[in-house]
């Protein structure tokens, strides 16, 4: 039997990148001791890998397909094929920014300070790149980690990844610039995706977990209206294209039911009640399929 192998990102994306899936209905089990999670799909087997090398190892085709961020496949230099973009983190769900930071009190002001200084960072490749774009000549190292504690003593300024900015304010820290902005991507191996069965799998998890980052923050709301006011219940409720009607055994009333961003019930409640709807039922979706 053909079996895809599916790499879920090891580290900060692993517990988001395992909730994902369940929601998308694929039950992802992992055992601590192993970095051979468990699958409740025969067609695939998962393994454990660090974002950091997850393009590698999907150009090279031990994995057929991964997810790993757009910064790693440009830092690898990976010939892979980005099947879809995944708007997620391990906070929110916001595009992450690598930044070049410098301490606060450095007189260090823009990148052009930055000639002849050394530069700490895990995204060596792009960051000697980001410097000759800006005509500079600097000592760029690779940090095995704690970049953000390295300034001043052992760099002048670190090129690191950011969600929410917290972990470089603490450590007092000044962003300068945006190196580069990232997403997670759905990557899959080119030779792999010439073979029928590992291309309709990957199309279709490409497909489930893009529904459900579609349906976060959205609900589904469903009531009763009388058919005289249908008119006035459908100009309050906003929907993805418009909401379903479906007729009722009682001929004067139809069931409406739609998808709306779940901050906007709060706000529309009272006035689907005074419009007329009846039984209004707020429920939680898992996907929202397109």
């Given at each position: 039997?053909?079996?895809?192998?599916?790499?879920?990102p090891?580290?900060?994306?692993?517990?988001?990148?395992?909730?994902?899936f369940?929601?998308?209905?694929?039950?992802?089990?992992?055992?601590?001791?192993?970095?051979?999670?468990?699958?409740?799909?025969?067609?695939?087997?998962?393994?454990?890998?660090?974002?950091?090398?997850?393009a590698?190892?999907?150009?090279?085709?031990?994995?057929?397909?991964?997810?790993?961020?757009?910064?790693?496949?440009?830092?690898?230099?990976a010939?892979?094929?980005?099947v879809?973009e995944?708007?997620?983190?391990?906070?929110?769900?916001?595009?992450?920014?690598?930044?070049?930071?410098?301490?606060?009190?450095?007189?260090?002001?823009?990148?052009?300070?930055?000639?002849?200084?050394?530069?700490?960072?895990?995204?060596?490749?792009?960051?000697?790149?980001?410097?000759?774009k800006?005509?500079?000549?600097?000592?760029?190292?690779?940090?095995?980690?704690?970049?953000?504690?390295?300034?001043?003593?052992?760099?002048d300024?670190?090129?690191?990844?950011?969600?929410?900015?917290?972990?470089?304010?603490?450590?007092?820290?000044?962003?300068?610039?945006?190196?580069?902005?990232?997403?997670?991507?759905?990557?899959?191996?080119?030779?792999?995706?010439?073979?029928?069965?590992?291309?309709?799998?990957?199309?279709?998890?490409a497909?489930?977990?893009?529904?459900?980052?579609?349906?976060?923050?959205?609900?589904?709301?469903?009531?009763?209206?009388?058919?005289?006011?249908?008119?006035?219940?459908?100009?309050?409720?906003?929907?993805?294209?418009?909401?379903?009607?479906?007729?009722?055994?009682?001929?004067?009333?139809?069931?409406?039911?739609?998808?709306v961003?779940?901050?906007?019930?709060?706000?529309?409640?009272?006035?689907?009640?005074?419009?007329?709807a009846?039984?209004?039922?707020?429920?939680?979706?898992?996907?929202?399929?397109?």
């Amino acid at each position: 039997m053909p079996v895809l192998q599916l790499g879920i990102p090891k580290g900060s994306l692993q517990q988001s990148t395992i909730e994902m899936f369940s929601k998308a209905g694929y039950k992802i089990t992992v055992d601590p001791r192993s970095y051979y999670p468990a699958i409740d799909d025969d067609e695939i087997e998962c393994m454990l890998i660090r974002s950091q090398e997850m393009a590698r190892y999907v150009e090279e085709g031990v994995l057929d397909v991964g997810l790993t961020g757009r910064d790693w496949i440009e830092e690898t230099g990976a010939d892979v094929l980005e099947v879809a973009e995944l708007i997620y983190g391990k906070v929110g769900r916001k595009p992450l920014r690598w930044v070049l930071a410098v301490p606060e009190d450095s007189n260090i002001k823009s990148v052009k300070d930055l000639e002849g200084k050394r530069v700490a960072t895990e995204v060596v490749s792009m960051t000697t790149r980001y410097l000759k774009k800006h005509g500079v000549k600097a000592l760029v190292e690779f940090s095995w980690g704690a970049t953000e504690v390295k300034p001043p003593r052992l760099a002048d300024a670190i090129v690191e990844i950011t969600e929410t900015g917290a972990s470089l304010q603490a450590n007092r820290l000044r962003v300068l610039d945006t190196v580069c902005t990232t997403t997670t991507r759905l990557i899959a191996n080119k030779q792999s995706w010439e073979d029928d069965f590992k291309r309709q799998k990957i199309q279709r998890i490409a497909l489930l977990l893009k529904s459900v980052l579609r349906a976060e923050n959205k609900v589904g709301l469903m009531m009763n209206v009388r058919r005289k006011d249908i008119e006035k219940v459908v100009n309050i409720v906003p929907a993805l294209r418009r909401p379903t009607v479906s007729p009722l055994f009682d001929p004067e009333w139809v069931a409406l039911n739609t998808v709306v961003e779940e901050k906007v019930v709060r706000q529309i409640i009272s006035e689907l009640l005074a419009a007329g709807a009846e039984g209004i039922i707020e429920y939680a979706l898992n996907k929202v399929v397109e």
